[in-house]
């Protein structure tokens, strides 16, 4: 066996102490795989002071990152800080210092991924990055190896593990939204700022970085429209639940015809597929090549332990020599890819719930706007409200499944339907996965 | 670019023919991706005169191997031929002519893996074998790499997706296994001789590849125990929906303290596990690591472009210089594994149904011989039968599920429950997945 390999980790968090915890607690193992014992030189941290669950030897411990930088006996780098600034500039330093970089940092390679490929590719470094999407699903593995004879023709994939315990919790338990993040911040699923999650970001950015690697297609977060779970309501839950269906926050990618279609939004998906069926924490991604049909990889998407395990396979295939071969292939960052397809374009099937008033002709106005935009009606729900007690007009809930439209057409409508008096906010539009 | 590298493909069956397509119409697509364009230079058949899907050049199709053996520039040998008999030889040979070799037969490699291993390791070749188990999914690749910072703890997979075809469309259509069967066979689904399949022998083949490379340990067929779904009858399938399960073909391997379980038997699954809700063809493999939990892997486990994309992806790999890399690393062929459980110390619970005479007495003779072999009863269904209308003791069918039990208690109360006159054949018993 050859001289130990030298690794520093920069970024001692919960995913850089599970990192630690498998290099230390199964450092045999990791050997034998790897061909080359791994050693743990450094590990940076924002404060020195605060106590860690992990033993390390003296002097491993430091919060200058520089002295990794300038260390040339530390081979390979595991940069595991957060956010783009000064995680970018950071990387661009080790890479420069001859360092190859595993990272987890999605932030920083959905906004700064050109950049920082080509710089590792100019320099003879690589990137690897399969903790980055869907944690302990060898996602990037997938897309860049296993589907190489294929050319993939979609993406589906449930990304965020805390939208899908969020929707899974709320249904499960006829609780709402509100109700279920507070508890799901308490128990730590969700953080005290759960924009980036709920909102649709976080799917978004792994997304991008998927979308690059299968399609040869660089996009930024503002080429294609990104919405959350965080106005979904239980009715709609339950609505789609009776109509057989799932609503699932999903990332999307597919080639239809010549141009690419790209989206992140709560959809409802029919409950015999395996991502409707995909529940709680859990990441899903449906992956469909040209030559394997329909592939399912499913697992922990987040979380210390199943992360760290991508970086640790991310580690191994550095050391063994294979991520060096790797990268200089992967097509990542490329522009030579497909066209965005225009959002207006896309055509699907729509459920739509609406706060209707109570009284004759409101069924007919309502279809007669989805009529004249050719929006043809596959089916409708609206329960026996209970009779009225005085003469006021109440609101109940009117719930549409439309055939295959456009995007285009749908808004169209619903900027008719907006003008009608006997609707009332919210007016809830979802596409159908199909 | 460099050199074409070529490839010689033995063997045009169903996969063959698929490589052969994938190769040709997407020789762009695979020259990008492996850096280095690929070339046909020989396809070996069997019959000269049979007509081909494909139109390949001049010279290139032959009869005889020895050719493909005897040229240098041959780079690399996709060896599709099944059995292992001559293809053991053929791959030796060509190893020992300086190829590495691309397979599927995993008859072979269950057979003589440990000599075709050790040769290549000797030559300083590789063996590639992603396309020997679960056709289009990547588990090799999962196990072999993206599980490398874990110990696998436990293997359960669908491997065979005839008998998941079969035992999905008796329950779906109410259908008896010998009218699925020839309806499968006449669709190409399964084998003139579908032995192979039904016996579970062609699961069991995989598992001994999955349980070297997850376990390092060398086993052969006749050390565990396989069981085929060619004894089942409708009447179970639907016993075990009304408790909430699926009956599916499961092979497992998992760690149970320090010793391996290992096994290919129709279990009962719970209705709500990934596994349970696979159906149709499809293979699924739910692999468990000790840091990443539990992930899943679906898709087609056969069928002619996913076999060959899994081909294909192993023949870029070697093109790329990844296989080399990882095949010395593979710690396949080893024995320095855990201790395979002896089958009767397996625990579990068990569905057990028998055909017991509709007279008084039965139950208790049957608790009674559960009860002193310590094998607790959880849940019973007996539906009333019609009233006999002569003097005639009929036969109705009981259905117990046991609590947690042995392998070799169960064995022991069912040759006592043999001896009962009252019970006739046959006696079913089926293991539930835990």
Chains 1, 2 share one sequence.
């Not at 990268?327 to 522009?335: E, I």
Request: proline share 5%; with cysteine; hydrophobic share 40%.
């Amino acid at each position: 066996m050859t001289s130990p390999l030298n690794v520093a980790i920069i970024g001692m968090g919960t995913v850089g102490g599970g990192v630690a915890q498998i290099l230390t607690e199964h450092s045999e193992r990791c050997a034998r795989r790897s061909g080359r014992s791994i050693h743990i030189a450094k590990a940076v941290v924002r404060d020195l002071s605060k106590p860690r669950g992990i033993d390390l030897p003296d002097g491993v411990l430091t919060d200058d990152v520089q002295s990794v930088i300038d260390d040339p006996n530390i081979d390979v780098a595991i940069q595991l800080m957060g956010g783009t600034d000064p995680a970018r500039q950071v990387m661009l330093s080790l890479l420069e210092a001859g360092k190859d970089v595993v990272t987890a940092n999605k932030a920083l390679l959905c906004d700064h991924g050109p950049e920082l490929f080509e710089k590792a590719r100019e320099l003879g470094r690589c990137i690897a990055f399969e903790a980055a999407v869907a944690g302990g699903i060898p996602i990037i593995e997938a897309v860049s190896q296993s589907m190489s004879g294929n050319q993939i023709t979609s993406i589906q994939a449930i990304l965020n593990g805390t939208c899908n315990y969020i929707l899974t919790e709320m249904l499960k338990r006829s609780a709402s939204y509100g109700d279920i993040l507070s508890e799901a911040q308490e128990l730590g699923y969700a953080e005290a700022d759960p924009a980036m999650d709920v909102e649709g970001t976080d799917a978004a950015q792994k997304l991008v970085i998927l979308c690059q690697l299968a399609f040869g297609k660089r996009v930024s977060l503002s080429d294609f429209p990104t919405q959350g779970i965080d106005s979904l309501e239980l009715a709609d839950l339950k609505y789609a639940a009776e109509l057989g269906y799932r609503i699932k926050l999903l990332a999307v990618a597919q080639l239809v015809g010549d141009s690419l279609e790209l989206h992140v939004e709560p959809k409802l998906v029919h409950s015999d597929e395996p991502i409707a069926k995909t529940d709680g924490p859990l990441n899903i991604v449906a992956l469909n090549g040209d030559a394997v049909g329909p592939t399912w990889y499913a697992g922990a998407g987040a979380g210390k332990m199943p992360t760290a395990s991508a970086v640790v396979a991310d580690l191994m295939d550095v050391v063994i020599g294979r991520a060096q071969l790797t990268f200089p292939l992967m097509s990542v960052w490329g522009d030579t890819g497909p066209q965005v397809r225009p959002p207006e374009e896309i055509t699907r099937r729509y459920y739509l719930r609406f706060n209707v008033d109570d009284r004759p002709h409101v069924l007919a106005d309502i279809t007669d706007i989805l009529g004249r935009n050719e929006i043809s009606i596959a089916s409708v729900i609206q329960h026996e409200a209970p009779e009225a007690t005085g003469g006021e007009t109440r609101s109940v809930p009117l719930v549409i499944m439309t055939h295959t439209t456009t995007e285009g057409r749908i808004r169209m409508a619903d900027s008719e339907l907006s003008q009608l008096d006997s609707i009332k906010a919210p007016r809830i539009r979802l596409p159908v996965l199909d």
